[in-house]
Structure formats: C-alpha cells, structure tokens
T-cell receptor, first 109, second 113 residues
C-alpha cells in the first residue's frame, strides 16, 4: 500500500529549531510536499522537493532523500504562530497528493 | 482573486438525506480535488478532475459523486448520507504542471446524524 509516516506530536520553545520527519512508501513517486494547517483552517502549501537535497524558504527548509524514502521539514527561529499541524504529502504520478496523518507542533514561550 | 470558495461552511444532515457541496475557483486551474479530513487525521482524496468533463476516483470515493462541467466549478454530491460521512470536506485546485502545490478552500464541516 501507499503510506507516509510522520510523528504525531512535537513540542518546542520559541526561538528553537525543530525537525519533522516523514518516511514514505508510495508508488509513482514524483516528490514530497509539505503543508501547514492551523486549527480550524485550511492547509496551505509550504515547500516541495522533487530532487534530493535541501530547499530553503525563509525560516523553513525541506529535505528529501529518494534513496532512503525520507524527507524532513526544518523550522528555525520558532514563533508562537508556528503552532499548527504539518503534513507531508507524496505527489503521485504528477496528478494527486497522498497525505500523511500530520504532526502537531506546539510552540511554548 | 477569491481563490477557492466553498459553500456551505457548515451543514447538518439526517441519515439518508442528500446534498451537494459547492466548490469554485477563479485561478484558471486545470486540476481540482475533493478531500475529506477526519479529526486528527490527514486528508483523504475522494475524487479529482484534470479538466472539464474528466473526473477520476481517489482513495475514498464510495458514497460520493462528482461532475465538472466548467473549469471553475467542481461540485461534490453526497447521496444517502451516513454517519461515516461526518467530516470536514476540502476542495482544492492546482495548475497541471504544479500538482504538488494545491490551493485549498476554507472547508465545509458536515455532520450526519
């Protein structure tokens, strides 16, 4: 079957760095996306990796290793507003996304 | 640009009733999607469409139907609602060449009792 595994919860303090891991077992893999979802809100796109390596977008970075079927989202200089759920999603054959169950990040002061 | 809009925001249905969830996008996106999200879970793909007149099943299509007569609109039909369909429904859209970056509507919170 197709699945993505990520930790269910992560906690951190303001100003810290946190890494959210995602391992995947999917067919027709094109790349790995990351989405953020605040409580009661809609998912919003953060980052995408089609190739191995690190992609940096401001305080957020995302990494992919195709050989290890593994990726991570790195959040730096954490702020309270970063408290949210983060989902990795596998791009299937370039047409649809398969989502992981999400990681809830709680940032405390 | 309004982006992706969904109506209604909330709805309570009785078992066996039917309804249509509306979704409209004004970004001229080719691809549109319907997901459901149960509490504490990720999003499950119900149906998707790669263009007007073309639809395909996702992971959890049973109990739902879709149509796509225009680029802008992608309604989701629930026939004979069941408690298992209690969920939050999200519509999303993307360009053909960037399906990894989807734009989501605000969601419809549906309760079936």
């Amino acid at each position: 079957g197709q699945s993505l595994e990520q930790p269910s919860e992560v906690t951190a303090v303001e100003g810290a760095i946190v890494q959210i891991n995602c391992t995947y077992q999917t067919s027709g893999f094109y790349g790995l996306s990351w989405y953020q979802q605040h409580d009661g809100g809609a998912p919003t796109f953060l980052s995408y990796n089609a190739l191995d390596g690190l992609e940096e977008t401001g305080r957020f970075s995302s990494f992919l290793s195709r050989s290890d079927s593994y990726g991570y989202l790195l959040l730096q200089e954490l702020q309270m507003k970063d408290s949210a759920s983060y989902f990795c999603a596998s791009n299937q054959a370039g047409t649809a996304l398969i989502f992981g169950k999400g990681t809830t990040l709680s940032v405390s002061s | 640009n309004a982006g992706v809009t969904q109506t209604p925001k909330f709805r309570i249905l009785k078992i066996g009733q039917s309804m249509t969830l509306q979704c409209t996008q004004d970004m001229n996106h080719n691809y549109m999607y319907w997901y459901r999200q149960d509490p504490g879970m990720g999003l499950k793909l119900i149906y998707y469409s790669v263009g007007a007149g073309i639809t395909d099943k996702g992971e959890v299509p049973n109990g739902y139907n879709v149509s796509r007569s225009t680029t802008e609109d992608f309604p989701l039909r629930l026939e004979l609602a069941a408690p298992s369909q209690t969920s939050v429904y999200f519509c999303a859209s993307s360009f053909r060449d960037s399906t990894f970056e989807q734009y989501f509507g605000p969601g419809t919170r549906l309760t079936v009792t």
